[in-house]
């Protein structure tokens, strides 16, 4: 069974701190790492990560994969109360054919305190 | 951009209802999901399509049904609504198959069943 595990859980952090959310997973035929933030409501996209060792940026937020030891983590830098919310981790691997399964962690929920 | 509108944002239902939730896009895209989002459990896949009149079956499909007559519409289908099924239900979407495209998701519908 495919698995995706965020940690931590749950972080607080005062503003203008960096933080480093982790991501580790067990699929078999992965094809893709996503990160999404979720604040009240839709999650929306932050990165997709394929290849091992490049970072993906944007802004305060950064994002690499490590393909061998199988995790990625996701920076944040200079946080900003506006960067509250749950970060949610999902993998994307092959599931027979030409589809394909997203399994997502349970999410970490970031809150930056002014 | 993309847009994913559900068409409730909160929903009160009784025990024993039929309950309809309705998802619609409007970018054209071939892929659609329910998921629910519980707590401590994260976000477990329902039901997807990957076409029009087609549906698979996701990790947690019992006590649903899906329904897609037209690409741009997903409907997701309580056949007799009960107490477990209270939760936050997402739809989303994506274009084509892979890794080269994440979901778009709708702002959610929060059910509760009493």
């Known amino acids: 069974e495919d698995k995706v595990v965020q940690s931590p859980l749950s972080l607080v952090v005062h503003e203008g701190d960096t933080v480093t959310l982790n991501c580790s997973y067990e699929?078999?035929?992965?094809?893709?790492l996503l990160w999404y933030k979720q604040e009240k409501k839709a999650p929306t996209f932050l990165f997709m990560l394929?290849?091992?060792?490049i970072e993906k940026k944007s802004g305060r937020l950064s994002s690499i994969l490590d393909k061998k030891e199988l995790f990625s983590i996701l920076n944040i830098t200079a946080t900003q109360t506006g960067d509250s919310a749950v970060y949610l981790c999902?993998?994307?691997?092959?599931?027979?054919?030409?589809?394909?399964?997203?399994?997502f962690g349970k999410g970490t929920l970031l809150t930056v305190n002014p | 951009d993309v847009k994913v509108t559900q068409s409730s944002r909160y929903l009160v239902k009784r025990t024993g209802e039929k309950v309809f939730l309705e998802c619609v896009q409007d970018?054209?895209?071939?892929?659609m999901f329910w998921y629910r989002q519980d707590p401590g459990l994260g976000l477990r896949l329902i039901y997807f399509?990957?076409?029009?009149?087609?549906?698979e079956k996701g990790d947690i499909p019992e006590g649903y049904s899906v329904s897609r007559e037209k690409k741009e519409r997903f409907s997701l289908i309580l056949e007799s609504a009960s107490t477990n099924q209270t939760s936050m239900y997402l739809c989303?979407?994506?274009?084509?198959?892979?890794?080269?495209?994440?979901?778009?998701f709708g702002n959610g519908t929060r059910l509760t069943v009493t």
């Open positions: 989303a979407s994506s274009l084509g198959q892979g890794y080269r495209s994440p979901l778009h």
């Open positions: 699929v078999t035929n992965f094809r893709s």
């Open positions: 394929t290849s091992s060792g």
């Open positions: 999902a993998v994307e691997a092959e599931s027979g054919g030409s589809n394909y399964k997203l399994t």
């Open positions: 970018m054209d895209h071939e892929n």
């Open positions: 399509s990957y076409d029009v009149k087609m549906k």
